[in-house]
């Protein structure tokens, strides 16, 4: 009696080899960059209609995710990507989620909303950022925010003073305008185009006098946009807001940072509401040779204060500060200065390496280039 041998195949598992695994670590990688790089496009249903958010990195809850809003004439795109795309700046973005929400309309390839659209009041917008974070599933946020978008992020901080931890708040305007103003905006309605008055909204007179490349690019691209008459709805309701009144006694429970160049249209507005202000949670910082938009022509020093003003709140503490030289000073003004021509007091000196313990909010810092 024979018995037949059967041949049994085993295949052996093999790990993948060193070249498939770096191959497939670029791959992961690539997919990541892509997702920080571009983001990704969420059209978010709240309250009041269908806002367009575009997210960049994870959705990571372990930290406050940075939340911006732009100006009028700009979109998310041409408001912010200068900074967070700016080389050191990539320290934070690597390790903070990005959400970028673009007003009503503002987005880029909008079509223009029909005659006689109503158009969404200042706090109605400002309503809409909680749908945002609950989509997103952020608790919390630090909201960076310019022009338009400045004046939005602080109604909003002062209905949710719980969601916000941080706000960085470019060329704010807490105040409604006075009769003086309106009969000068009537005026401007009419001798100048739509266009000329966002620029002059947007930049110093110096930046318009020079026609400098940055205003030129910024005057062909509204000028010719598709929803430039949804860029007009949201000017006039920017310029039908109401006064903020803050006051030492009703004022923001989180650390601010007030920023504006220091020939920007809204110089006096943002020295104004720095006087509001509680001293000992906001630093003004007023930039020299910045313009009216100090994120796109000077990113380095922009990411520099931001970055101490992320770490005065906890985050990031062995942040290394390499590009502009530090000091701290215990002066009772409460502001920053980039050009270094106001006198200091107490200054206490400061190295460039990381590890430093942060400023505490109730200390004024200066950076000096």
Not at 176 to 201: N, P
Not at 341 to 367: D, F, N, Y
């Amino acid at each position: 009696m024979t018995s037949e041998m059967q041949e049994i195949a085993i295949t052996e598992e093999k790990p993948l080899l060193t070249g498939q695994a770096d191959a497939a670590k670029d791959v992961a990688e690539l997919a990541a960059r892509i997702l920080l790089d571009q983001g990704q496009e969420h059209s978010v249903e709240t309250p009041h209609g269908v806002l367009r958010v575009t997210l960049h990195g994870t959705r990571t809850t372990r930290r406050p995710a940075i939340l911006t809003f732009h100006d009028v004439g700009l979109d998310s795109k041409s408001c912010f990507s200068s900074l967070f795309k700016f080389e050191e700046m990539q320290e934070i973005v690597k390790n903070f989620t990005l959400i970028h929400i673009d007003a009503p309309g503002q987005e880029e390839g909008a079509s223009a909303y029909p005659p006689g659209y109503q158009y969404p009041s200042m706090e109605t917008i400002a309503e809409m950022i909680p749908a945002v974070l609950q989509f997103f599933n952020f608790r919390t946020v630090i909201g960076v925010g310019v022009g338009v978008g400045a004046y939005i992020l602080s109604k909003f901080t002062l209905a949710n003073p719980d969601s916000v931890e941080g706000l960085v708040l470019i060329n704010i305007d807490t105040n409604a305008r006075g009769w003086m103003d309106w009969a000068a905006h009537k005026l401007s309605s009419v001798t100048s185009s739509l266009t000329e008055q966002i620029l002059s909204h947007l930049f110093s007179q110096e930046e318009l006098s020079s026609n400098t490349d940055l205003v030129q690019s910024h005057r062909e691209r509204i000028s010719k946009a598709p929803n430039l008459a949804n860029m007009e709805l949201l000017w006039k309701t920017y310029n039908s807001r109401r006064d903020l009144n803050l006051d030492r006694n009703y004022t923001f429970k989180c650390p601010v940072m007030l920023v504006v160049g220091d020939q920007a249209p809204y110089e006096d507005a943002a020295v104004e509401c720095n006087s509001k202000m509680d001293p000992t949670s906001t630093s003004f910082l007023k930039m020299a040779d910045a313009g009216g938009l100090p994120q796109l022509t000077q990113p380095a020093k922009l990411t520099e204060a931001f970055k101490y003003f992320i770490q005065g709140m906890g985050y990031m503490a062995s942040s290394c500060m390499t590009r502009l030289s530090r000091s701290r000073t215990t002066s009772l003004s409460s502001s920053y200065s980039m050009d270094g021509s106001r006198s200091r007091s107490r200054t206490l000196s400061q190295g460039s390496q990381g590890g430093q313990m942060p400023p505490s909010p109730s200390q004024t810092m200066e950076v000096s280039c």
